[in-house]
């Protein structure tokens, strides 16, 4: 079989009638299958989809995760075609779209690209052919600009993201949505980023034209924000994107309730903060640095050329509280930045002294969780990057940390330097020895 048109529904069984009922009145649907998804589990729905449709619609209950997402999954979990095109249970699609379709995948069979079309509004004279990437009313995406039938182009070209009322993909290769998703929310610009890190497309045909029905989709299921702010938070921390603008558009009070779902949802990630202490030239370090399984994270004014035997090289994160710049050699792909609290983030590579491309700003919440932890006003770095990373729910791991011997130099890359004057050894000790005693942060041993 070639295709399988599936729809995942919620308690809209007037939105499945009109839809699959279209289909089957105006579409060539030979070598197809229609499959209907119900998360709601509705008796009505099995009923009318069994003795009405036998052999043309197949009707299956999924109601162990309710939302969007995992339906959607279960679309091309249980399809029987070589491709899946999943639709919404209340959107029509252009006449002879299907035909086109089929024609499209015959050409393109072991196409690995994620596939969408335009979409045209109640109107029937304008398209939206895309979303782009930008934030607003609580979602991520918005509408692009619309375009009469005569702009639209003639042949599949490239798009950053899309609503999900209808895309496809071969069976054999779609990626998956992430299994943790919960609710409403999360899928647009996450399932197509994934596409396009994996060596991917994502593409518009242009054919393959659908109408929406935005009003009355009576779902009636739950439409959580801490659940869909979770899924923004989850998809990004997969795929190693900022989670700071989802902080700075849905705000932190409910970006750290969602936190914490999310750290539970995540896969455990370890870390290893190398401090700038002397102690961190001692033992030669470097190989079990390097080697570290997890992220490596390094301060401020951090050396290792000449001294990768002792401190390794290898880093993923540059941890700054100032306008220091690192080794050019090793400048990491990823910043986490500590600054003034209402500093702008487009003042940020300014004050930083150096182009990046992605950086993210530890929140205001996070310093004044740790200046009370410390209860001291002026944290170092190194506090509060294990503050940062433990409310994201990584397994901390430290080396080169001194918490301030006023009797030994401060790096130990230049010895002239002494601790800041700001800055509290005592608490700095009490700090750490309640962690490091909690096991919360752990010493690394030596390979």
């Given amino acids: 079989m070639k295709l399988t048109i599936g729809m995942a529904t919620y308690n809209d069984n007037f939105g499945v009638f009109m839809t699959l009922e279209a289909l089957r009145m105006y579409h060539d649907l030979s070598d197809c299958e229609i499959l209907v998804v119900d998360n709601k589990g509705d008796d009505w729905l099995y009923k009318w989809v069994t003795n009405w449709h036998g052999g043309v619609a197949r009707y299956e209950r999924y109601t162990e995760i309710g939302g969007t ?25 252009a006449r002879d779209a299907i035909m086109h379709l089929k024609n499209w995948i015959t050409k393109n069979p072991m196409s690995d690209d994620l596939i969408h079309g335009p979409l045209t509004y109640d109107s029937l004279d304008v398209y939206s052919t895309h979303m782009e990437p930008v934030w607003r009313a ?16 003639k ?48 593409l518009c045909l242009p054919f393959l034209k659908w109408v929406h029905r935005f009003s009355e989709t009576g779902t ?20 190693g994107l900022d989670t700071e603008p989802i902080r700075e558009h849905f705000g932190s009070q409910l ?28 033992g030669n370090m470097g190989e079990t640095i390097d080697q570290f399984p997890g992220e490596i994270a390094r301060f401020n004014n951090y050396r290792t050329a000449g001294l990768e035997k002792q ?12 306008g220091f710049t690192p080794e050019k050699q090793h400048h990491p792909h990823r910043l986490f930045i500590n600054w003034q609290f209402d500093e702008q983030r487009t003042k940020d590579e300014e004050r930083l002294k150096t182009k990046c491309d992605r950086f993210t700003r530890v929140p205001k919440d996070t310093m004044l969780a740790t200046t009370a932890a410390m209860n001291h006003g002026h944290p170092t770095t190194g506090a509060i990057a294990v503050t ?15 918490f301030l011997d006023p009797s030994k130099a401060h790096h ?36």
């Fill in 255 to 282: 970006f750290n309730r969602a936190m914490e779902k999310a750290v539970d949802a995540l896969p455990p990630k370890k870390i290893l903060l190398v401090g700038n202490g002397p102690s961190a030239i001692q």
């Fill in 412 to 447: 130990y890359h230049d010895d002239k330097q002494v601790p800041g004057p700001n800055h509290s050894p005592a608490a700095e000790k009490v700090f750490f020895g309640a962690l490091l005693a909690e096991r919360k942060i752990r010493w690394i041993e030596k390979n």
């Fill in 388 to 402: 940062h990373f433990l409310n994201r729910g990584y397994e901390i791991y430290i080396h080169g940390f001194d």
């Fill in 220 to 239: 009636g299921y739950s439409l959580d924000m801490v659940d869909r702010v979770t899924n923004y938070l989850i998809g990004h921390e997969e795929l």
């Fill in 155 to 202: 042949t599949p070209f490239e798009i950053p993201m899309h609503g999900l009322g209808i895309f496809g993909a071969r069976r054999e290769s779609w990626l998956g949505f992430n299994p943790h998703f919960r609710g409403f929310g999360g899928e647009e610009g996450y399932i197509h980023e994934k596409y396009r890190q994996a060596g991917r497309k994502v």
């Fill in 69 to 93: 997402t995992q339906p959607r999954e279960q679309v091309f979990q249980l399809a029987k075609g070589a491709w899946g095109l999943c639709i919404d249970s209340h959107v029509l699609l």
């Fill in 138 to 153: 609580n979602m991520w995406g918005i509408w692009s600009d619309v375009v009469h039938e005569e702009e639209l182009p």
């Fill in 311 to 322: 401190v390794g090289s290898r880093t993923d994160h540059w941890i700054t509280c100032s």
